[in-house]
C-alpha cells in the first residue's frame, strides 16, 4: 500500500501514519520529497483496510499497489538499481560477465579456470561447493574445502566469487568467503532461506525457479528485500516448457519484462537456459540484445571430464570467442563490458 500524504504534512502526522502501519504488523519505507511524503506499507497487507489510513489526517490518498512486490517493483523505486562489487558495478551501462565452473572439483581446477576465465574477460568468478544435484548419489561438492579454494582463486586473480548457498545453516559460514550467494532455481521458493538471506547484507544472484512465473519470482525476491537486503541481481535461467530439444527453454521475454516490473539487475544465464556448450555463445548474445545486465556462463578447462554440467560449460578458447561477441552486441545496444584492468591500454 502507497500512502501518499498531503505536500507539507507536518512530521506529527507522518509519524502517526507510520504507527498505524506497524501497528497492524506491517514495514514502513517512507520517501521524503521535498514537497510531498509517501510512505510505503509493505507486508501482508491484503488483510489490512485501506480505510483506517484515508482516515488519518493528512493523507490525501492511499493506493493498493497492484503489484504484490512492493520493493522489487519500479513502482516504488523508478530509478535502476545499481550496486557496486568488487571492482565493477552491476545494474548500470555495464554488463558484467560471471564466469566458472559448474562445481568446484579441486584445487587445481578452480585456479586454472579462474586464470583462464580473467584472461579472457570475466568480472567474477562462479563455482559451485553445494551441489543441488538431481540425484543423492551424484556428486555434492566440496562444501567449505571448496570455499577456500574459491577464496584463493580470488586472492590470485582479484575476482570477486558466487558461490551457490543451499540451506540456511551454511549462510555463517559461507559468508566469511562468499562476495555473492547464489539462490538456486531449486530452492527460488524455500521461504527460510530467502528469509535467512534478507538478514544478510550479502548480494545475492537469484535464480528463476524453473516452473516459477515472473510474478512468483518478484515474490519471492521480495522475502529478501523486506528483510532489508537490497541487492538482490534477478537471473532467468530457463524455464521448464514442452519443448525437449534443449535442457530448458530460455525465457527471452522475461529480460524486457522483468526490466519493466523492476529496477533490480536482471543477468541471464545461457548455460542452464539451453543445457548445450554449442547454444550458449547465441543466447548469451540475444540475452544482451534483449538488455540483460549481464551474463553468467559455465566455464571447464576440461569440459569432457567435468563432474557436472560439462555439456553445457563452455571451453576457455570459445568463452573468449563469447566475450568478443557479446562485447560487439552490448555495443550496438549502447551498453558496454566492464573495463577491467586487463583491458587498459589495449588496441
Ligand atoms: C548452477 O548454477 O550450477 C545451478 C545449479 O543453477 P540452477 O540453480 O539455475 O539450476
Ligand atoms: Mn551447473
Known amino acids: 500500500m502507497m500512502i501518499i500524504m498531503r505536500p507539507g504534512a507536518p512530521r506529527e502526522q507522518i509519524d502517526a501514519v507510520i504507527a498505524v502501519i ?113 540425484s543423492p548419489y551424484s556428486f555434492q561438492g566440496l562444501g567449505e ?29 559461507m559468508e566469511k568467503y562468499v562476495d555473492v550467494f547464489q539462490l538456486g532455481a531449486r530452492n527460488m521458493q524455500n521461504f527460510n532461506l530467502l528469509r535467512a538471506l534478507g538478514e544478510t547484507r550479502t548480494p545475492v544472484l537469484f535464480k528463476r525457479g524453473m516452473s516459477a512465473t515472473i510474478e512468483e519470482m518478484l515474490m519471492a525476491s521480495e522475502y529478501i528485500l523486506s528483510g532489508g537486503n537490497n541487492h538482490v541481481i534477478l537471473c532467468e535461467r530457463g524455464i521448464r516448457t514442452f519443448e525437449t530439444a534443449t535442457r530448458n527453454t530460455t525465457d527471452i521475454n522475461a529480460i524486457p519484462v522483468l526490466k519493466k516490473l523492476t529496477h533490480l539487475p536482471v543477468i541471464l544465464d545461457p548455460s542452464h537456459s539451453t543445457g548445450d556448450s554449442e547454444f550458449v555463445s547465441a543466447v548469451a548474445r540475444a540475452g544482451v540484445a534483449a538488455g540483460a545486465d549481464g551474463i553468467i556462463v559455465e566455464v571447464h578447462h576440461d569440459p569432457a571430464h567435468a ?36 583491458h587498459v591500454g589495449e588496441g
Open 145 to 173: 574445502e571448496g570455499l577456500e579454494y574459491m577464496a584463493e582463486a580470488r586472492e590470485q586473480t582479484g575476482l570477486p566469487i558466487v558461490v551457490e548457498v543451499m540451506a540456511v545453516s551454511q549462510i555463517k559460514m
Open 22 to 134: 506497524e501497528k497492524n504488523h506491517l514495514s514502513s519505507h517512507p520517501i521524503f520529497g521535498m514537497e510531498q511524503t509517501i510512505i510505503g506499507a509493505v507486508g501482508d497487507g491484503h488483510y489490512v483496510a485501506k480505510e483506517i489510513f484515508e482516515a488519518l489526517p493528512g493523507v490525501i490518498e492511499v493506493q493498493r499497489i497492484s503489484k504484490p512486490y512492493k520493493l522489487a517493483s519500479r513502482q516504488f523505486h523508478e530509478q535502476d538499481s545499481v550496486f557496486q562489487l568488487d571492482g565493477f558495478n552491476v545494474g548500470g551501462n555495464e554488463v558484467p560477465i560471471i564466469a566458472g565452473p559448474c562445481s568446484v572439483e579441486s584445487r587445481e581446477q578452480i585456479l586454472e579456470i579462474a586464470q583462464a576465465v580473467k584472461e579472457a574477460g570475466a568480472n567474477a568468478l562462479r563455482g559451485g561447493v553445494f551441489k543441488p544435484r538431481t
Open 307 to 342: 563432474i557436472s554440467d560439462g555439456k553445457q560449460s563452455l571451453t576457455p578458447e570459445s568463452f573468449a570467442k563469447m566475450v568478443k561477441q557479446v562485447k560487439a552486441v552490448a555495443e550496438a545496444v549502447d551498453r558496454k563490458l566492464v573495463e577491467s584492468p586487463l
